[in-house]
């Protein structure tokens, strides 16, 4: 606690981040929408079968081929760094959330 109750003391200012077990360098999946438009990523899916990440905004699309593209590690987390909550998610779960000020919700796939 600070003085007299206001402000942050060291141990709560320094706020423990997760880190990737993967190499920043390591390419995840992505979209245009992500990667390019800098919309919100509201879903990130770690695969049970292959160890990949996939992160994902709201945007609709048709044709996967035309949106889909390949990204590092780095480059996701410069673009919104509140997926480093989520860097411990095990293979086989996704985590999604309605919009970026709110918290990860993790689930186990199917």
Known sequence: MG?????????????????????PDTAV?????VT??????T????????????????????DFAEIARLASLKEIISLDDSVLEIADLPE?????????RYHWMTKKQE
């Open 29 to 33: 999946f992505t979209t245009k929408f």
């Open 36 to 41: 390019e438009d800098k919309a919100d990523i």
């Open 3 to 23: 003085f007299l109750g206001f402000g942050k003391s060291k141990r709560q200012a320094h706020k423990h981040k997760k880190e990737f077990k993967d190499s």
């Open 43 to 62: 879903y990130v899916c770690h695969d049970a079968d292959d160890g990949a990440w996939q992160f994902f905004s709201e945007d609709r699309y048709e």
């Open 92 to 100: 086989g779960y996704f985590a999604f959330r309605p919009h970026k």
